[in-house]
């Protein structure tokens, strides 16, 4: 009886109006995305936890629903589309295919760890861009992504950096490879007091600039494994520069906790004016690879229901 | 411009917390309006809140507030994602393993049960260290547990360790050193960086924390 009144935490029904304004939405982006040359791919809500188990960390892993099927399979809930896409799609690529240029739609279900009533039932639309791993491809796919917003009228904001930064200076101190996590994540890099002397100085002076956030691309530039990205982001610098449609950030300290397979470009759009985050994506480049076909991918994703709250 | 929403704490680090924002040139509420009921002031560029020292990493993580000052056990408790740029130098204190009397070493084979206002940090301090033991989530008057003999341990914050030995506890292990820190929301770091790190800039130089280490002040390109 306790719950005859109510859903579970997180999900709701939509009910005539909400359904018809999602919908109308829906419908527009996919008319953006198929305009754009995109086809459209199906995934299913459930799929085996074992093919992910190398690619999904314990923390990602939590916020998945998962149970054991008639057949002792463990069986998981979509809690995330870009594996699934890869999962799909490698067996099948062929060279004279590439590039693939597909999207998706659907819910995402994830067990969120917070107090509060965030949704877990989230109605998703993506992009990907596979078999490119062109410099141009990072541009257009930044730009595809924030033109969709401005389609509905919305000014984004583009925050963007290059994960790789973090990876490599992680990597150059594997003796403190936590610690150094730790100072970039938190922006706090007085943690490296006790781990300094296990650190390349070189590696040690970006860090420090990253955490306290004033690194430039030239530091970035100056020290061996991070050049090649600096090279790359000066570049899509230069390709976003003089769109006034939307606002680009490069945003060097902004150094992400779950980089999960992303290997280059990571970015967020943003509302400019309510500031709240629409869509997300970025470059993983060795995802493809994880399921039997290397290729270079890139890709994006729209929570649909935050672009109608901004849009309303 | 908006205001940049500050979190507080309320009660003990207050004071202390405020006079840094003071002492960075931030306009703060009177004493006679923190004698009021009122959570919420506007001063200047800011707008204060004030809430309970658990909440300040749920307001900021969730982005209701764009920056705080949160002690290290709330956000570990809640497992916070936001960024902590920096380390105050006051209020500090230690999350500490504490035995009842006669309690015996956790890990020695014995069924122990450990009472805390912290169950997902003390998870974590057992599942590292690879100890069985049984938590009990309590409320507050954490030590009392141990005292009545409910549980055989508590973990929680230890500041002059002064309760610990009129009860005549041992403290057994230190599960985590405790600081405030000033915690920032990972959206507002992204969308508003000019503004954040003057904000982080300003209470590092009021605060007096130490300067960051080699690197920080010059570009690498230089050194």
């Not at chain 2, 009122?38 to 993580?61: A, N, Q, S």
Request: charged content about 30%; aromatic content about 6%.
């Amino acid at each position: 009886m306790a719950t005859k009144f109510r859903y579970p935490t997180g999900v709701r029904a939509l009910l005539v109006e909400e359904t018809a304004r999602r919908r109308r939405i829906e419908s527009r982006f996919v008319g953006l995305l198929e305009r754009a040359r995109f086809r459209e791919v199906l995934l299913p809500i459930i799929d085996y936890v074992e093919p992910y188990s190398t690619l999904v960390d314990r923390d990602a892993a939590r916020q998945s629903y998962r149970f054991v099927d008639r057949e002792g399979e463990l069986v998981a809930i979509r809690s995330d589309f870009t594996p699934m896409v890869a999962r799909a799609l490698a067996p099948a690529l062929r060279k004279e295919d590439l590039p693939l240029r597909i999207f998706y739609r659907g819910d995402v279900i994830r067990v969120e760890a917070t107090r509060l009533g965030i949704n877990r039932e989230i109605f998703q639309i993506g992009a990907e861009v596979i078999g490119d791993d062109s410099v141009e491809a990072d541009v257009d796919v930044i730009l595809l992504a924030a033109s969709c917003l401005a389609d509905f009228g919305i000014r984004p904001l583009v925050v963007y950096n290059d994960t790789s930064i973090a990876a490599a200076l992680v990597a150059s101190a594997p003796e403190a490879a936590h610690a150094v996590r730790a100072a970039l994540l938190s922006k706090r890099s007085s943690d490296l007091e006790s781990v300094r002397d296990s650190i390349d100085a070189r590696a040690l002076a970006l860090i420090t600039r990253l955490a306290a956030g004033v690194a430039t691309l030239d530091d970035v530039a100056a020290y061996g494994p991070t050049a090649a990205a600096a090279e790359r982001l000066r570049k899509i610098e230069a390709g976003v520069r003089g769109i006034d449609s939307a606002e680009f950030v490069l945003h060097l300290d902004d150094i992400d906790a779950a980089a999960a397979y992303y290997t280059g470009i990571r970015f967020r759009i943003y509302s400019h004016d309510a500031r709240t985050r629409l869509a997300q994506g970025g470059r993983y480049d060795a995802l493809y690879g994880r399921f039997g076909t290397p290729a270079a991918a890139i890709g994006f994703t729209f929570t649909i229901d935050d672009v109608d709250e901004v849009n309303r | 411009m908006n205001p940049l929403r500050i979190a507080l704490p309320k009660g003990r680090l207050q004071e202390k917390v405020l006079d840094v924002f003071a002492k960075a040139g931030y306009e703060i509420p009177t004493e006679d309006d923190l004698k009021t009921r009122k959570l919420v002031f506007i001063r200047g560029e800011v707008e204060w809140i004030f809430v309970k020292d658990c909440d300040v990493p749920v307001y900021v993580e969730h982005g209701a507030a764009d920056a705080g000052v949160a002690g290290l056990d709330q956000i570990l408790e809640h497992e916070s994602n936001v960024y902590q740029p920096l380390e105050l130098p006051f209020g500090k204190c230690r999350m500490m393993l504490i035995g009842a009397p006669g309690a015996p070493r956790l890990g020695n084979g014995t069924t122990a049960t450990i009472a805390t206002k912290y169950p997902r940090i003390a998870r974590h301090y057992l599942d590292a260290r690879a100890l069985r033991a049984e938590l009990i989530p309590l409320g507050g008057s954490v030590e009392l547990a141990a005292v009545l003999n409910l549980t055989s341990h508590v973990i929680d914050l230890v500041e002059t360790g002064e309760t610990v030995r009129v009860h005549k506890l041992e403290m057994q292990d230190v599960v985590a050193e405790i600081s405030p820190r000033l915690i920032v929301g990972r959206t507002v770091y992204r969308t508003d960086r000019e503004r954040i790190r003057e904000l982080i800039s300003r209470v590092e130089r009021s605060a007096g924390v130490p300067p960051a280490s080699d690197g920080a002040s010059r570009p690498i390109a230089e050194g």
